[in-house]
């Protein structure tokens, strides 16, 4: 007795001397890594700093958890950020299994997987296995993780693991009903984690190209939908003028939220990133500035109304989706403290914007950009909006000064021939069917990561791609005599519905796989189930016919037979008028034919800058490829995926790149201080926690993103115990 009456005045007289303690609420979150990217805010800042500057050579492996549990060879994607809430970590597998774990020793406390729940079972027609994270919710005893598995929300019980089944029905509520479309028709999967505000969430997500991306907000309670934000405004709301035409809010898709939210808690605004309306790359069906696609939305999180909007890019024509939640920062702008938002793009822009009335800190230029479009009907935005500070974090326009140097003549050449028979020299340009170069590509500039701020420094990093890609348009010419056999029927749905991902001569290219000779892998059955819940990254197909799917598989498939019998589907838009002119040949990389970028490194980037100036303060080439290391090449970057983290001891976490490294970087000059590898590419962004006053800083390591490896593992890292 006497023992622990002694140890609890020693306690109670630390609490008393590090103040703080005491209001253990206040010591808890500076501990805890409660929301995706550390906070509703989106900083991912963590105040700890025991791991710092001087002492980061001792980093090591604390503990690994194995998600997945099994031996398998290739993983899906695992992009999560973890939460840590009270010393448990939450995340879930590549499969989406949910998992709480005792967040010092990494081991399971319990696991919850969504294929047992009914609602699950009832719903969950598409499998989109992707998720970058949970939320969580606190009412005294009540707690709950909240999580998305395809069109399926649920919540379960944070301590016990089980469905909390008095929400939705049985414990989850189908995504597809409630945007006021058909529901068996639409197709919605969000990949990344609902925003918790009091007792209500928000969502919007990754939909199909006829779906729209309105914005929810559901009772925790109950999974009653409680409003709806029309991203494809109604008429007699406003932005419905933005479209000529009028009757888009019946048909036209995406124009969705699918980067995640952030939040101001405080003045109860939610800040929603939107990307384009479908389809990506051509607009003649769509004309006009398109509101409120490609914006940075500030909406009131109680009613849903729309406080203010700004759009980043008018009537998108190059997939400029909006790719991060924002960060909410506090910046010094002439003399004063001003609560403000930053906003990172894939065209590697930084926009900040005074948070309650998103008037633009730095001043934004409406500049004139574009050539007329070579494409018919297609009407381009003629100016576009670039802020004068921060500058850009990657090049925008690539030159023939640009072409890779590092190859040897012929291959030189060979990209030189290509490059001349390309529209490029600047952002912006028509997509034609000679040929575009996009740069900053489909996948930035700034990507899904997000960046990461530090209050008291003012610096935001931000890690970017800088990759080129071409894009080919192609016209459909559909000619409604020719579609009398499911073999033209299956060629012309390929064009609309499959092409944009496997390519013209379905080869594949980037992440998208080759499927010639797929017949030996499925049947028509399997097959026709697979488009039809699609899997992984690739979507499902809900609005096509199971005629339609038929001819798709016959044509695909190469059944002879099938191909010849006359088409048994009604001759609808998708199969003799598709609604769009033009389809696309692919996502294509403009590559040397050694397989590196055929722009100049840096190819990928982590940049600081000074969000009080809007000057950068440092810019580092972030990965390598040893086969260039090795020549004596100094470091080029490489794509990466997920953003860093920056902490109070001086260091920003960071892995993400494709060369499998996980980094610690001096937040102030830049300098790499350690490398360590992964078990594969960390395609994530870390999080920073502390459990009985240790520090620890923990990322997933899923891989997949590319040809090399693929893991199920969490890595935890802290410093040897001295
Ligand atoms: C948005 C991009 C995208 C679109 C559109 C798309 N796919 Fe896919 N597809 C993928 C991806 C990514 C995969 C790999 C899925 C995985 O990781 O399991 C895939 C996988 C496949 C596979 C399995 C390949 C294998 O080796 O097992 C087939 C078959 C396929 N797609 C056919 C189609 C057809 C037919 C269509 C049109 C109806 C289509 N896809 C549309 C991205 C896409």
Same mark, same amino acid.
């Given at each position: 007795?006497?023992?622990?009456?002694?140890?609890?005045?020693?306690?109670?007289?630390?609490?008393?001397?590090?103040?703080?303690?005491?209001?253990?609420?206040?010591?808890?979150?500076?501990?805890?890594?409660?929301?995706?990217?550390?906070?509703?805010?989106?900083?991912?800042?963590?105040?700890? /700093?025991?791991?710092?500057?001087?002492?980061?050579?001792?980093?090591?492996?604390?503990?690994?958890?194995?998600?997945?549990?099994?031996?398998?060879?290739?993983?899906?994607?695992?992009?999560?950020?973890?939460?840590?809430?009270?010393?448990?970590?939450?995340?879930?597998?590549? +499969?989406?299994?949910?998992?709480?774990?005792?967040?010092?020793?990494?081991?399971?406390?319990?696991?919850?997987?969504? *294929?047992?729940?009914?609602?699950?079972?009832?719903?969950?027609?598409?499998?989109?296995?992707?998720?970058?994270?949970?939320?969580?919710?606190?009412?005294?005893?009540?707690?709950?993780?909240?999580?998305?598995?395809?069109?399926?929300?649920?919540?379960?019980?944070?301590?016990?693991?089980?469905?909390?089944?008095?929400?939705?029905?049985?414990?989850?509520?189908?995504? *597809?009903?409630?945007?006021?479309?058909?529901?068996?028709?639409?197709?919605?999967?969000?990949?990344?984690?609902?925003?918790?505000?009091?007792?209500?969430?928000?969502?919007?997500?990754?939909?199909?190209?006829?779906?729209?991306?309105?914005?929810?907000?559901?009772?925790?309670?109950?999974?009653?939908?409680?409003?709806?934000?029309?991203?494809?405004?109604?008429?007699?709301?406003?932005?419905?003028?933005?479209?000529?035409?009028?009757?888009?809010?019946?048909?036209?898709?995406?124009?969705?939220?699918?980067?995640?939210?952030?939040?101001?808690?405080?003045?109860?605004?939610?800040?929603?990133?939107?990307?384009?309306?479908?389809?990506?790359?051509?607009?003649?069906?769509?004309?006009?500035?398109?509101?409120?696609?490609?914006?940075?939305?500030?909406?009131?999180?109680?009613?849903?109304?729309?406080?203010?909007?700004?759009?980043?890019?008018?009537?998108?024509?190059?997939?400029?989706?909006?790719?991060?939640?924002?960060?909410?920062?506090?910046?010094?702008?002439?003399?004063?403290?001003?609560?403000?938002?930053?906003?990172?793009?894939?065209?590697?822009?930084?926009?900040?914007?005074?948070?309650?009335?998103?008037?633009?800190?730095?001043?934004?230029?409406?500049?004139?950009?574009?050539?007329?479009?070579?494409?018919?009907?297609?009407?381009?935005?003629?100016?576009?909006?670039?802020?004068?500070?921060?500058?850009?974090?990657?090049?925008?326009?690539?030159?023939?000064?640009?072409?890779?140097?590092?190859?040897?003549?012929?291959?030189? +050449?060979?990209?030189?021939?290509?490059?001349?028979?390309?529209?490029?020299?600047?952002?912006?340009?028509?997509?034609?069917?000679?040929?575009?170069?996009?740069?900053?590509?489909?996948?930035?500039?700034?990507?899904?990561?997000?960046?990461?701020?530090?209050?008291?420094?003012?610096?935001?990093?931000?890690?970017?791609?800088?990759?080129?890609?071409?894009?080919?348009?192609?016209?459909?010419?559909?000619?409604?005599?020719?579609?009398?056999?499911?073999?033209?029927?299956?060629?012309?749905?390929?064009?609309?519905?499959?092409?944009?991902?496997?390519?013209?001569?379905?080869?594949?290219?980037?992440?998208?796989?080759?499927?010639?000779?797929?017949?030996?892998?499925?049947?028509?059955?399997?097959?026709?189930?697979?488009?039809?819940?699609? +899997?992984?990254?690739?979507?499902?197909?809900?609005?096509?016919?199971?005629?339609?799917?038929?001819?798709?598989?016959?044509?695909?498939?190469?059944?002879?037979?099938?191909?010849?019998?006359?088409?048994?589907?009604?001759?609808?838009?998708?199969?003799?008028?598709?609604?769009?002119?033009?389809?696309?040949?692919?996502?294509?990389?403009?590559?040397?034919?050694?397989?590196?970028?055929?722009?100049?490194?840096?190819?990928?980037?982590?940049?600081?800058?000074?969000?009080?100036?809007?000057?950068?303060?440092?810019?580092?080439?972030?990965?390598?490829?040893?086969?260039? /290391?090795?020549?004596?090449?100094?470091?080029?970057?490489?794509?990466?995926?997920?953003?860093?983290?920056?902490?109070?001891?001086?260091?920003?976490?960071?892995?993400?790149?494709?060369?499998?490294?996980?980094?610690?970087?001096?937040?102030?000059?830049? /300098?790499?201080?350690?490398?360590?590898?992964?078990?594969?590419?960390?395609? *994530?962004?870390?999080?920073?926690?502390?459990?009985?006053?240790?520090?620890?800083?923990?990322?997933?390591?899923?891989?997949?993103?590319?040809?090399?490896?693929?893991?199920?593992?969490?890595?935890?890292?802290?410093?040897?115990?001295?």
């Amino acid at each position: 007795m006497g023992m622990t009456k002694n140890y609890f005045s020693i306690a109670l007289l630390n609490c008393i001397v590090l103040l703080g303690c005491v209001r253990s609420g206040l010591h808890k979150t500076h501990t805890d890594w409660k929301v995706t990217g550390g906070g509703k805010e989106n900083l991912h800042y963590s105040s700890i /700093k025991q791991i710092d500057t001087s002492n980061i050579q001792n980093l090591e492996i604390a503990w690994v958890y194995h998600a997945e549990n099994k031996d398998q060879t290739r993983f899906g994607a695992m992009e999560c950020n973890p939460i840590i809430i009270d010393s448990v970590m939450f995340g879930v597998s590549p +499969r989406l299994k949910l998992f709480a774990i005792n967040a010092r020793t990494g081991k399971e406390l319990w696991t919850f997987n969504p *294929a047992d729940s009914v609602a699950n079972k009832t719903w969950h027609r598409n499998s989109v296995n992707m998720n970058r994270g949970v939320a969580y919710w606190a009412e005294g005893e009540d707690k709950r993780v909240i999580y998305t598995v395809g069109p399926v929300a649920l919540e379960v019980n944070a301590n016990t693991g089980k469905l909390i089944s008095s929400f939705g029905r049985n414990g989850g509520i189908n995504l *597809a009903a409630g945007l006021g479309r058909d529901s068996s028709k639409v197709f919605v999967a969000p990949t990344s984690p609902v925003m918790v505000y009091k007792n209500l969430f928000f969502l919007s997500g990754l939909v199909g190209d006829e779906t729209p991306g309105h914005i929810r907000a559901f009772d925790v309670k109950t999974g009653q939908q409680k409003w709806i934000f029309h991203t494809i405004p109604y008429p007699g709301e406003a932005g419905h003028e933005t479209w000529e035409d009028s009757t888009a809010y019946k048909h036209m898709g995406s124009t969705n939220s699918w980067a995640g939210f952030s939040l101001d808690e405080k003045r109860g605004i939610l800040f929603a990133p939107t990307g384009n309306p479908s389809n990506d790359f051509y607009g003649g069906n769509r004309l006009g500035k398109g509101l409120y696609g490609n914006c940075l939305l500030a909406i009131d999180a109680a009613t849903g109304k729309l406080i203010w909007y700004f759009q980043t890019v008018h009537h998108d024509v190059w997939d400029m989706d909006l790719p991060a939640a924002p960060a909410l920062i506090t910046v010094k702008h002439n003399g004063k403290n001003i609560d403000a938002v930053a906003q990172t793009t894939k065209t590697g822009f930084v926009f900040l914007f005074e948070r309650e009335t998103g008037k633009p800190l730095f001043p934004v230029d409406e500049v004139p950009v574009v050539d007329q479009s070579p494409l018919n009907n297609e009407r381009l935005w003629p100016t576009q909006p670039m802020p004068r500070l921060p500058k850009p974090i990657v090049r925008q326009a690539f030159n023939h000064s640009d072409l890779n140097r590092l190859v040897s003549d012929s291959s030189f +050449r060979t990209i030189e021939k290509r490059f001349l028979g390309y529209r490029s020299g600047k952002m912006f340009n028509p997509p034609s069917t000679e040929g575009t170069i996009i740069l900053p590509g489909y996948d930035g500039g700034a990507e899904w990561g997000g960046p990461a701020f530090d209050p008291k420094t003012k610096l935001l990093y931000v890690n970017a791609n800088e990759m080129s890609w071409v894009l080919n348009m192609v016209e459909n010419k559909p000619d409604p005599k020719k579609v009398k056999t499911n073999f033209e029927a299956g060629a012309t749905l390929y064009t609309q519905h499959c092409m944009g991902c496997h390519g013209p001569e379905r080869l594949g290219g980037g992440d998208y796989p080759s499927i010639i000779g797929v017949e030996k892998k499925y049947t028509t059955a399997s097959f026709i189930q697979l488009i039809t819940t699609g +899997r992984r990254m690739m979507p499902g197909n809900n609005s096509l016919s199971s005629e339609e799917k038929n001819a798709i598989a016959a044509f695909v498939l190469n059944l002879k037979e099938e191909q010849q019998k006359p088409f048994a589907g009604a001759a609808t838009k998708n199969t003799v008028a598709p609604k769009q002119g033009y389809g696309f040949t692919g996502y294509n990389k403009f590559l040397t034919p050694e397989g590196f970028p055929a722009i100049q490194p840096p190819w990928g980037s982590l940049t600081a800058i000074n969000m009080n100036t809007g000057q950068h303060e440092w810019k580092i080439p972030l990965g390598e490829f040893e086969s260039l /290391k090795a020549k004596g090449i100094p470091a080029t970057g490489r794509e990466n995926y997920g953003g860093p983290v920056v902490t109070a001891g001086g260091l920003i976490f960071i892995g993400a790149s494709a060369d499998g490294k996980f980094r610690a970087i001096n937040k102030r000059t830049g /300098k790499i201080l350690l490398e360590l590898d992964l078990p594969a590419p960390g395609v *994530a962004t870390p999080s920073v926690y502390a459990v009985n006053g240790k520090q620890f800083v923990v990322i997933a390591c899923g891989g997949s993103k590319w040809e090399g490896k693929s893991s199920d593992a969490y890595v935890a890292f802290a410093l040897k115990d001295q």
